[in-house]
């Protein structure tokens, strides 16, 4: 089992940046796919990035493709996203999540674990 806390959320003006991080517990952290969501309100759910368990795959939604990155740091339990030239439509409650082993999914109902989210809100 694992348990992921986010962080590095906050407000910033269009074109900015942020780097959000998650923060697993448990020593088997490396054996875990793991992936971002959004949830802008009124909206469901969406996948916006994932990494596999090595850090040797990475897939993104289109519409972040280019400005996002996702990276993890094992060694340190934690998952990254970078992310670039913030635009409105980014604005959403952010979630990482964690998918034992397996390949990088994008539906919600393939991920075990959750954790809080973390608002990131992008001024026009």
């Known amino acids: 089992q694992v348990q992921l806390v986010e962080s590095g959320g906050g407000l910033v003006q269009t074109g900015g940046s942020l780097r959000l991080s998650c923060a697993g517990s448990g020593r088997t952290f490396s054996t875990y796919v793991m992936a971002w969501f959004r949830q802008a309100p009124g909206k469901e759910r969406e996948f916006v990035a994932g990494i596999s368990w090595t850090g040797g795959s990475t897939s993104y939604t289109d519409s972040v493709r280019g400005r996002f990155t996702i990276s993890r740091d094992n060694a340190k339990n934690t998952v990254y996203l970078q992310m670039n030239n913030l635009k409105p439509e980014d604005t959403a409650v952010y979630y990482c999540?964690?998918?034992?082993?397996?390949?990088?999914?994008?539906?919600?109902?393939?991920?075990?674990?959750w954790g809080q989210g973390t608002q990131v809100t992008v001024s026009s």
């Open positions: 999540a964690a998918r034992y082993i397996g390949n990088i999914v994008t539906t919600t109902r393939g991920y075990n674990y």
